[in-house]
T-cell receptor, first 111, second 111 residues
Framework: SQELEQSPQSLIVQEGKNLTINCTSS?????LYWYKQKYGEGLIFLMM?????EEKSHEKITAKLDEKKQQSSLHITASQPSHAGIYLC???????????FGKGTKLTVNP | DARVTQTPRHKVTEMGQEVTMRCQPI?????VFWYRQTMMQGLELLAY????????DSGMPKDRFSAEMPDATLATLKIQPSEPRDSAVYFC?????????FGQGTRLTVV
C-alpha cells in the first residue's frame, strides 16, 4: 500500500472556484512538502510544513499540516487556469533526507 | 536563475543498449537525488549523494543501474542493459541537505 495517499486523484473545477487536495500519511510525519508538476516538466517546490498546525501561503495557495491526523491539505482560492497541473506531496520520514511521494492529484481548471 | 540541468531530455533506445543520463546540479548544492517517475509507481527514489559520496542506492536495481558523481558539477545514471520496463521519466534533484530543485527530467523509452 502507498505510504502517502492523495485525494482526489483528479479534480476538474471551473475557474474561480476554491478547491482542496489532501495528503494522508500511514506513518509519522516529520515534514511535508508540496510540489506542482506540469506535463513534461520537473517538479516545482511550493512549500514545506514542519510543525503540527503550521500553515503557509503562497499567492492563492495555502497548505496546512495536521500532525495528529498525519495529514496535510492544500487549498487553492479562486482557481485560475495557471493552477492546472499535478500536485504532489512528499513526506520527510525524519532525518533520512529522502522524500517519499504520493501519486499526485491532477488538477484541471476550465476557463 | 539557477536550475538543475538534465540531458538528454528524451531518449529512445533498443532493449539491451546502454543508456547514460546526465545531471548538472545547482552550483553550491551538496546533495543530489535521482528519482524515477512512472504512471503505476509514481515518484520513486533511486539513489542520492552527499558531497559526491553515495548515501543510499537501495531503490536502484543494482544489476543494471549505476549512479556516480565524477565531480561536483556532474551526476550520471547509467542503465546497462536497458529493458522495456525501464521506460520512465528520470529526474535529478539537488539541494543543500534536503531536496530543493528538480530538473526537467529525461524521458526514456526502451523498445
Amino acid at each position: 500500500s502507498q505510504e502517502l495517499e492523495q485525494s482526489p486523484q483528479s479534480l476538474i473545477v471551473q475557474e474561480g472556484k476554491n478547491l482542496t487536495i489532501n495528503c494522508t500519511s500511514s506513518k509519522t510525519l516529520y515534514g511535508l512538502y508540496w510540489y506542482k508538476q506540469k506535463y513534461g516538466e520537473g517538479l516545482i517546490f511550493l512549500m514545506m510544513l514542519q510543525k503540527g498546525g503550521e500553515e503557509k501561503s503562497h499567492e492563492k495557495i495555502t497548505a496546512k499540516l495536521d500532525e495528529k491526523k498525519q495529514q496535510s491539505s492544500l487549498h487553492i482560492t479562486a482557481s485560475q487556469p495557471s493552477h492546472a497541473g499535478i500536485y504532489l506531496c512528499g513526506a520527510d520520514r525524519g532525518g533520512s533526507e529522502k522524500l517519499v511521494f504520493g501519486k499526485g492529484t491532477k488538477l484541471t481548471v476550465n476557463p | 536563475d539557477a536550475r538543475v540541468t538534465q540531458t538528454p531530455r528524451h531518449k529512445v533506445t533498443e532493449m539491451g543498449q546502454e543508456v547514460t543520463m546526465r545531471c548538472q546540479p545547482i552550483l553550491g548544492h551538496n546533495t543530489v537525488f535521482w528519482y524515477r517517475q512512472t504512471m503505476m509507481q509514481g515518484l520513486e527514489l533511486l539513489a542520492y549523494f552527499r558531497n559526491r559520496a553515495p548515501l543510499d542506492d537501495s531503490g536502484m536495481p543494482k544489476d543494471r543501474f549505476s549512479a556516480e558523481m565524477p565531480d561536483a558539477t556532474l551526476a550520471t545514471l547509467k542503465i546497462q542493459p536497458s529493458e522495456p520496463r525501464d521506460s520512465a521519466v528520470y529526474f535529478c534533484a539537488s539541494g543543500l541537505v534536503v531536496l530543493g530543485s528538480f530538473g526537467q527530467g529525461t524521458r526514456l523509452t526502451v523498445v
